[in-house]
């Protein structure tokens, strides 16, 4: 396997990091390489990422990938698979992959500022039933047409400057179920009050 910062580092970015002054900063840094008890637990929340690739002369292109919390599954300590279901029918991401299997997974978790970056290789698999009965949710809606599968070669997150929170509506229903709640209980003393005067 590469050096994980030359997977993160050309040798045209690390000109410019020294260039600019921030070259020491990552020397010698140990970069995570595999999947970790915390990175696991990070993505069994996930319900959204994006995808990019590039075409073999380099041309780029993102692609958003949602679903269930959750959906983009670890498999041991360097894979990590997807469900990839119908979609606009361009099918860019595939024919990246059929001569360009690097990619790279974007990952901006609002609610707790964090961003998470995923350097590695992919390549689409179909026609694997068992694969897919591990990467497939039965209760939800989308159609799956294949499977997308990452090897992992380096990641990091980073800095949360600049991330706005956010939140879902299932990360924000326990607060406001508990002030309907709330505003229930108020709303019946405020009644048993008016009915004593």
Request: hydrophobic share 40%.
């Amino acid at each position: 396997m590469s050096d994980p910062e030359d997977v993160l580092f050309s040798s045209a970015v690390k000109a410019e990091q020294a260039r600019l002054g921030s070259r020491a900063s990552f020397e010698g840094r140990e970069w995570q390489t595999e999947i970790t008890d915390n990175l696991r637990q990070f993505l069994a929340v996930i319900d959204t990422f994006f995808l990019a690739t590039a075409s073999a002369d380099g041309r780029p292109y993102v692609q958003h990938r949602g679903g269930p919390p959750g959906f983009l599954k670890p498999f041991g300590s360097h894979t990590l698979a997807f469900a990839d279901f119908a979609g606009n029918r361009q099918y860019i991401t595939l024919g990246h992959l059929n001569e360009n299997d690097r990619a790279h997974i974007f990952i901006p978790h609002f609610a707790t500022q964090q961003r998470l970056k995923l350097w590695g290789r992919a390549r689409v698999v179909e026609g694997d039933l068992e694969l897919m009965d591990q990467l497939v949710d039965p209760a939800y809606a989308g159609k799956p047409q294949r499977a997308v599968v990452f090897t992992l070669e380096a990641w990091d997150i980073n800095c949360r400057q600049h991330i706005v929170p956010r939140y879902t509506e299932a990360e924000i229903a326990p607060g406001l179920d508990k002030l309907v709640t709330r505003i229930k209980e108020l709303e019946e003393e405020v009644e048993r009050l008016k009915s004593r005067s």
